[in-house]
Every structure is written in C-alpha cells, then in structure tokens.
C-alpha cells in the first residue's frame, strides 16, 4: 500500500453512484455492447492522467497553476482561465447533482422519505461534514463501504456465467445501437473526471515530495495503471451482471429494481447492502467534488486554496447547493444521473486540450514534455469525445 498514491482518489472518484448508475443503464439496456467505451474511456483516464501526474512531479505546479502562465498575450490567458473556470464550475455541480442523486436513491429506498428530503437531507449532512472538517473521519469508512460493495459486484460477475464471447465482442467492435448516444457520453463522462486531472497534478506533489524525479514518475505510473485498471475492472462487472440480469430477459430495469443484479450472492438482503452501498459512494463522491472545485478554481484565479479563505469556501458551497437543489427537483434519479455524467463527457474536451498545451511547454517540462506518441493518443481522445459531443449536440437541436 506505500506505493498507491493519488491514483486510487482517481479511481474513488469515478467509482461513485454516477458510474454504478450509469454502468447498470448501459448493461441493462444494451448488453455487452457498449464496453468498447468502457474500454476507450479507461485508456483515456489513463493517459491523461499520467500527463497531470507528470505535470506536478516535474514542474511543481498543480494544472490550474500552470495554466495561468502558458499564455503570453493576457486576454488569450484570461480567457483560457475563464473557460476552464466555467467548464470545472458548471461540470462538479452536474457531477454533485448526480452524487447527491445517487445517495438519495439508497436513502429513499430504505426509508419513507421522498426524494427531495433524501437529497436536501444529504446535501445538508455534506456541507456539515466539510465545513466542520467532519469529513477527514467519516470518508475511510464511506470509502471501505464502497470497496464491500465493489467487491461484491465483482464476485458476482464471476458467478452468474458471463457470455465471454459477447464480451470480448463488445470491449474490441465499436457500436453504437439506437439510442445508445446518451449512454456512451455519460460512460465516458464518469470515467474521465475532468477535476481528477487538477487534483492528481497536486496531490503527486505531496506523495512523492523529496523522492527522485525518475523514482517518482516510474511509481506514479504504476499507481495510475493499477489503480485506474482496478476501478476498469469494478465498472465492468456493474456492467456484465447488469446485462445478465436484465438486458433481453423480460426484467424491467428501474431505479428501483438495480440491486437484482447483485441478487445471486446476496438473495433478498440485496436491496438493503445495494442501499448502503450507494449512500456511502454517494457522500464520498458529494464531498469531493465540491472540494475538488474548490481547489481548481481559487488555483486558477490565482486565490489561496485553504479553508479559512471565504472565497475558496464560496466556492465549493456554490457547488453544493446547486447540486442539492437540481437533484431535489429531479424526478427521475437514474435519468438525472445519466445526464449529469453527460456534461462531464461534453466538458472533458476542454480540460483535455489545455493540458496537452501546457505538456508540450519545454520551458516548464524540458525533457519530460510530451513525446510524439503521448501527443497522438491525447489528440485522438479529444478528436473522439469531441466528436461524440458534438453529434449529440447536433442531435438535440435537431428535434
């Protein structure tokens, strides 16, 4: 365990109600065959994440930092900072909406309250926890309760009899049935966490302070790998035992009826620890985004990013109460998740491409600025979720 680092806050991340939400849509409704985007969007975490790691290893900056020094010609550079500002900002209340949403679900689903008591009742406790810094002791077990169910998704995938053929089909042949648009963006959009970039860029600061540059860079890839394919592997079995459980069976896939995917190992207790389960990734996730965009937004700006500063604190409680508030009056939880991991998806492309700017600054990395190939793999990532976002834009105004 010395040798995990921010790596594994990546994968706690995008391991949140949004994910398992969308993940169970995706195999619920379309089988096996959208694991191709499971599979694009991991390489993508990955790749973009070892770009941030590096970033704040080599240069000492965080992302936001480095930012506002890329751009000589200062309405460029306020604009960029302005984008990118608007794009974390309005992408972390979308996300928040959904994690307070998720959260919500489990709630109502073991208690008599109405939805929007469940998300004003959990927004309520997330603000206490991060403005009293209650947080620091509650989080290692929400966190230990997300991995109990993690795990439980993968055994249970080995157990129901995967058609292994479906999936290879599925992860290696790219389609896109009818329909399925939403799913891909919102799969992408879960996985590829812009506001992971910004905090992985300063949090390898802290892991690896004092340690050999060229030590450093090799364990913080291996940390990213290991801990971006661990959480691969946990939405592909959310996904495999969705798909066995509802996709062509007659089922009916509901908020409500998620947890009989887990039912084959956990029989009628399912729907209490599927509860449970999402409460704790739902507060886990409610709690770092907020503070995620914090972080991201006074770097940006150039404001110190400590708790007692009250812009810092304007921030990630701006973000809080928008998302309790969308998902207060959000009808439908699964859709309301869906559609916030959809704008993380049509805002990764802005993120995405001012990092591979300021990868390639010779004067900030020297040696250690991107290579050729790192260059190819980033540009294609954005060509795609770019082009996918578009289409989908395309889509709406054309109805």
């Known amino acids: 365990m010395r040798r995990f680092g921010p790596g594994l806050l990546v994968t706690a991340a995008f391991i949140g109600p949004g994910s398992i939400a969308t993940a169970s849509v995706a195999g619920a409704n379309f089988g096996f065959v959208l694991l191709w985007a499971l599979l694009f969007s991991l390489i993508a975490t990955t790749v ?23 751009f000589n010609n200062p309405v460029i550079n306020r604009s960029a900072v302005a984008l990118v500002v608007a794009a974390i900002g309005v992408g972390n209340a979308a996300y928040e909406a959904g994690n307070i949403s998720g959260a919500a679900l489990g709630l109502q689903s073991i208690t008599d309250f109405s939805a929007a008591t469940c998300a004003v009742a959990l927004g309520l406790t997330a603000a206490v926890l991060l403005g009293t810094s209650g947080y620091k002791l509650l989080e290692p077990v929400l966190i230990i309760l997300v991995l109990i169910m993690s795990s439980v998704f993968v055994i249970t995938m080995f157990v129901v009899g995967v058609d292994v053929s479906a999936l290879l089909q599925g992860l290696l042949v790219p389609s896109l049935p009818d329909g399925s648009l939403l799913t891909v963006i919102a799969l992408i959009g879960t996985t590829v966490v812009p506001y992971n970039l910004f905090l992985h860029a300063s949090l390898v600061q802290e892991k690896w302070m004092g340690v050999d540059l060229s030590t450093a860079l090799a364990e913080s890839r291996s940390d990213t790998l290991l801990s971006i394919g661990l959480g691969g592997l946990i939405t592909l079995a959310v996904m495999s035992t969705a798909a066995v459980a509802f996709f062509d069976t007659g089922r009916a896939f509901s908020s409500s009826s998620m947890a009989t995917q887990l039912e084959p190992i956990l029989g009628a207790s399912a729907n209490l620890f599927f509860a449970l389960g999402l409460i704790a990734a739902g507060l886990t996730s409610a709690i770092t985004a907020p503070l995620a965009a914090a972080y991201a937004v006074s770097g940006a700006m150039g404001w110190p990013t400590n708790f007692s500063d009250q812009r810092f604190r304007a921030i990630w409680v701006a973000v809080l109460i928008i998302g309790t508030i969308f998902a207060a009056i959000g009808t439908k939880p699964i859709t309301a998740i869906l559609f916030a991991q959809a704008a993380n998806g049509l805002l990764l492309p802005i993120v995405a491409i001012f990092l591979l700017i300021i990868m390639n600054r010779s004067d900030l990395l020297g040696e250690y600025r991107n290579t050729f190939l790192a260059n190819l793999i980033g540009g294609v990532v954005v060509v795609i979720v770019t082009v996918l976002g578009v289409f989908k834009l395309v889509k709406v105004f054309a109805m």
């Open 48 to 70: 973009l994440q070892e770009m941030a790691a590096r970033l704040g290893l080599v240069s000492n900056a965080g992302l936001a930092e480095a930012l506002r020094t890329t």
